[in-house]
């Protein structure tokens, strides 16, 4: 047997090795917990479940082909937008590019069939006065009737869609993976603005509106302060990596954390630091901060959490050394739960911190 | 064979070429573990931060000057890694040549020398005796192996098309705000998803056809001379290793298959600079190996005739044999008839 035939089948049996150890990435969903009236609803690959928020016994799943055999067919693919809940019911865009409606105390569907986009939804949903809003990586923001999931109106971004769209009183905003953001008319979907602001790359974070300002991060590595009326930037901080998390925005500070590990303290007239440095965790910031009872709550992609001085940066619980970890990647927006922060891991686990000290208490959810 | 013990300055040269040439390497790999050391030392993934980050880089760059057509990028990567490795692949091929050229000895020491040991000895002789590493063409190939393992990860990262992917892909990315502006990049290119296996089939069957073309344009020439073992081996490896290749790609996200194909298709151009003949496709695509795709005559070996001397004598590596005394006559003939041919015309 010559040597190049020899090596050429060496090179082949190491790649397959190699591919079988390291397959394509699929996507799993990263979708934060969510706390509403008489249930706490957490994600996974391929549900949602409810959950009761005091004693934590599951009230439902979806989908449940074990009690409901039409959900057979239904699979989600992955939830990356926190669900939104209105009267009762909890909407939702899963990866397989459908949009749902659910009966919040059931679980069960209310529309007669789930509404379909032609892409993944990544951003989660947004509700308005009597519509509901999905923007799909088809590059298509939807307006949905929230009753019957029927679609309404459509704009067409021209891009993907990855960010959450903002849903406010007179406007509804969509940013692209283009770094276009656009203000649209919420009940005709035409542009308010001249011109859709544009950033220097992919903008996927949620926005957030604070008084008169939207702020939104991207991929450009900077976080935008834009005039919600004119479309016009007021301001932009860069970091050192993207800002791909939705900001917190307290006492004219505006809190958010970036992909450099980074969490910053602005001024939201000026986008000047307020601390004297930014805070660094020990890995990339994907999850929403949260301030409770007067302590910042930060936690990294890899499930370390911090409890920081809002007015200065610093330390109050937990440690660079020997953080506390979750022991699982967490890179969805947290949510309250009465005077505990309810993080979950990637994978759907519960996790209820307390807020003062920092202690943590893994949940088992009960059938 | 005494027709190859002509030249003993040759075999000098030989062994002088082959030893200058292995410095850079020596020089490449000595850097390669210097820079694994240090990103250890520094409690740096050496992995990632060698090869993975600075390959995911290079192909944002090459992306973002190819007007955002990743599918582009991943060819112009493909043939600028096989100019930087053309020396390795020269080499290779080289050497695979100079194996060829050793054959026939190669088969009266195994007639010769029924002592395995003795055999093997006989063996390492003559390929020193000419300058021949027998891991030449090996190695080369081996050498690559690291790329083709960051180009997968490095596609799967690029091109995942998850947001895991995308988050995945922001920590690898250098400072350079000019590497973001493309980002997410584009994954259709042709019918392909680039970060997705194909469907269609179409490109693990290119891949196939392509592997097997390349494989048979390294073999051809050396089975005409092996022994029918041999033939028969190497005429499975020529259906195995496409096949392995087809499979693989059926796994994998179509931007490797991409890259397979292009680096195939240049390997074939490579070994028609370096063998200087021309590629006979109906016989290259017969399943039997053959001395097929030489447009030079295998050369004719008399092994009832051969004196094999009881020491091994110099034997020209690289440099093309003149036929023996016998032959040069019937060569000589139709050297001649050649030429009156063409003064014919």
Known sequence: MKASSLGLLAVAAVLFLGTACATIATPKGWSGPLAVDGAVLISSKNNITAVSPDTFVRLWTFPDDKRFPEDEDIKLDGIYGTPVTAAGVVYFGAYNGDVYALDLEAGRPLWAQAFQTDGPVIGGVALGQDILYAASDDGILYAIDPESGVERDRFDAGESIWATPLATEGAVYVATMDGELYALDPATLDPLWSGPFQAGAGLVSTPLLAGDTILIGGMDRELHAINAASGREVWSFKADNWFWTQPLVADGV?????????????????????????????????????????????????????????????????????PISLGGDVLGHPALLGTEVLFTTQGGTLFRINPQDGSLQRVTLQT | ????????????????????????????????????????????????????????????????????????????????????????TVRQFQSTKAMQEVQPQMQELQKKYKDPKRRQEETLKLYREAGINPLGCLFPMLIQLPIWFALYRALVIMVGGTPESLLNLSQRIYPWSYLNESLPLEQHFLWLNLGRADATFLLPILVGITTYVTQKLTTASSTAAANPQQQQMTSMMNWMVPLMFTWITLTVPSGLGLYWVVSNIASVGISFLVYGRRISWRQMLLPVPAATVTGRRPRPTKPETTKLPSEPQPVEASIPTPPEPEERSDYERRRRRRRGKRKNR
């Open chain 2, 1 to 88: 064979m005494s027709q190859h013990i002509n030249l003993p300055g040759q075999i000098d040269r030989a062994a002088q070429i082959a030893r200058s040439g292995n410095m850079p390497l020596v020089v490449v790999i000595g850097a390669i573990i210097f820079a694994i050391i240090v990103a250890m030392a520094i409690g740096v993934n050496p992995w990632d931060a060698l090869f993975i980050n600075p390959l995911i880089n290079i192909l944002i760059f090459i992306n973002n000057i190819c007007f955002d057509n990743f599918g582009i990028a991943i060819i112009l990567f493909t043939l600028l890694m096989r100019l930087v490795t053309l020396p390795l």
């Open chain 1, 254 to 322: 505006v809190y958010a954390g970036s992909l450099d590990g980074n969490v910053y303290a602005l001024a939201l007239s000026s986008g000047d630091p307020i601390w004297p440095e930014p805070f660094a965790a020990a890995k990339a910031v994907r999850a929403a901060p949260i301030l409770v009872g007067g302590t910042l709550v930060v936690a990294d992609g890899k499930g370390n959490i911090y409890g920081l001085d809002p007015a200065t940066g610093a330390l109050r619980w937990g440690s660079l050394e020997t």
